[in-house]
């Protein structure tokens, strides 16, 4: 039975059936909590209108970035994503310790929604921070074309520690001379290379917006990197940065002396005092000629105070700790592939192929000598244990490495112990990099582990886990 929105947001009380599973949701009981959340075609003002026309999307609700979903610590969120889309999709909750049946993994935790189809979300949110949610069905287009947004888990007790709390989202769009999204998905060079990096990089779903803050001003910025491929190194020069969290999980305050690093997915809360006497700044983001503004800031107005109180930090995450590494549970990955790699084939389709046919099939990278194919996991954890997971990076790319379901320290980095590694759900492997990551394996199910560059794990890089 297909509802109209306006039926359901009316609260018909109706029961809609829900193919995947076969579960059945009474939506007439949920509907006071529940979000729709509309997948779907619309038009945007990306670039200024002197310059191009707007720019034909797909968003969540219409808008790329979609609108900004906040939960508190604790609580659930319920979301009814409905798909106005004439493709499959699916939503992935990325960087939450989700309830495996919510993770949004098509043919993994769930089916696809079909055109037409909706599927209700509904789980906790465990830990408070900065993340986000996107297509996980055709990602490196769905993506690409605007189906991801923030979603913000406030902490339970409200932080005090900024006068603002700010989302900035960071795209990377490869757009036409007129404004449209380049057709251009698919391409092998794109796939086996950095993966599809864009022209234009805007904030919040703009090219080079302005955004306005008042002297001696503190606040709370939350940057997300959404791009499909592009690594980016953005800063705040001349105003004081510190770091909050990464991943949407506390660190220790740090002074920032320059851009952070956020490979694709990776999120950074800043903690920024704007100057004392109006001047105006820039977002920039680094590029081969130094650089480059991707917003403009304004510091005008009043001053918010004379002088600046003590920084205070988030209240660290409760997440259980991997202490015990020497009895853990072990798994190795080995990356290869992509141009000037040394793979000279792998499986696939349950069969051996040289690094031609494989092109030909769209398999460019390989994990463990699989490329992409996913009948088996890559390991299987005992529940509540902690897991190690050595990854070597075997191929000439750098590649921003994805868990799903569970924050991960990196313990060593090319055989060196790292003392005080942080929490993380996603990290940057530079080329012929190795690292060990560790976590207690808690969440059950079945997880992905993947490149979030994308076309790398569309081509090749994706593999998953177990817990029971
Ligand atoms: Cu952002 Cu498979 O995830
Ligand atoms: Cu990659």
């Known amino acids: 039975m297909k509802l109209s929105r306006r039926a359901f947001l009316a609260g018909a009380g109706a029961v809609i059936s829900q193919k995947a599973f076969g579960r059945v949701i009474d939506l007439s009981k949920e509907n006071e909590t529940a979000r729709v959340l509309t997948a779907r075609r619309a038009s945007a003002s990306i670039l200024p209108s002197d310059l191009a026309s707007p720019t034909a999307i797909w968003g969540f ?77 055709r990602s490196w287009e769905q993506n690409a074309r605007g189906l991801h947004g923030a979603l913000i888990v406030e902490e339970a007790e409200r932080w005090k520690g900024a006068d603002r709390d700010i989302v900035l989202l960071v795209d990377d ?16 060079m794109d796939w086996s290379h950095g993966g599809r990096l ?29 791009a499909n491929a592009r690594i980016m190194d953005i800063g705040f020069r001349g105003a004081a940065t510190r770091l909050l969290a990464l991943d949407g999980m506390a660190t220790s305050l740090a002074e920032m002396p320059g851009p952070v690093r956020l490979a694709p997915a990776q999120r950074a809360d800043l903690l920024v005092d704007f100057p004392a006497s109006p001047k105006p700044l820039a977002m920039t983001i680094e590029t081969r000629d130094g650089p480059v503004a991707i917003a403009e800031i304004s510091v005008s107005g009043e001053p918010v105070r004379a002088e600046f109180p003590e920084p205070i930090g988030l209240p660290a995450a409760g997440l259980p700790v991997s202490s015990d590494l020497q009895d853990a549970r072990r798994a190795e990955l080995r990356m290869e592939g992509g141009a000037m790699g040394r793979m000279t084939g792998a499986m696939h389709d349950g069969r051996m192929m040289d690094i031609r046919s494989l092109a030909q099939t769209g398999r460019v990278w390989a ?41 991960f320290r990196v313990v ?19 080329p012929d990099e190795t690292i060990e990551i560790a976590f207690v394996a808690d969440n059950p199910g079945k997880w992905l582990l993947h490149c979030h560059m994308l076309e790398h794990s569309a081509s090749g890089m994706m593999t998953w886990f177990e817990v029971a």
């Open 61 to 137: 609700d219409g808008t790329a970035p979609g609108p900004v979903l906040r939960a508190k610590a604790g609580e659930r969120l319920k979301v009814v994503v409905e798909n106005g889309l004439d493709q499959p999709t699916s939503v992935h909750w990325h960087g939450i310790r989700i309830d495996n049946a919510m993770d949004g993994v098509p043919g993994l935790t769930q089916e696809a929604i079909e055109p037409g189809g909706r599927f209700f979300y509904d789980f906790r949110t465990p830990d408070p921070g900065t993340y986000w949610y996107h297509s996980h069905d």
């Open 173 to 188: 769009w490869r757009l036409t001379k007129t404004g449209a999204i380049e057709d251009s998905f698919g391409q092998m």
């Open 198 to 226: 864009g022209n234009v990089v805007t904030v919040n779903g703009r090219y080079k917006p302005r955004i306005a803050f008042r002297p001696n001003e503190r606040v709370r910025l939350r940057l997300i990197n959404a």
């Open 367 to 407: 994990f463990n000598g699989v490329a992409g194919d996913m009948n088996e996991p890559l390991a299987r954890f005992e529940r509540g244990r902690t897991a190690v997971v050595k990854i070597r990076n075997e191929t000439p790319w750098p590649h921003a490495m994805h868990v799903h379901g569970h924050h």
């Open 412 to 430: 060593s980095r090319d055989g060196g112990a790292i003392l005080d590694p942080v929490l993380r759900d996603t990290d940057l492997m530079m």
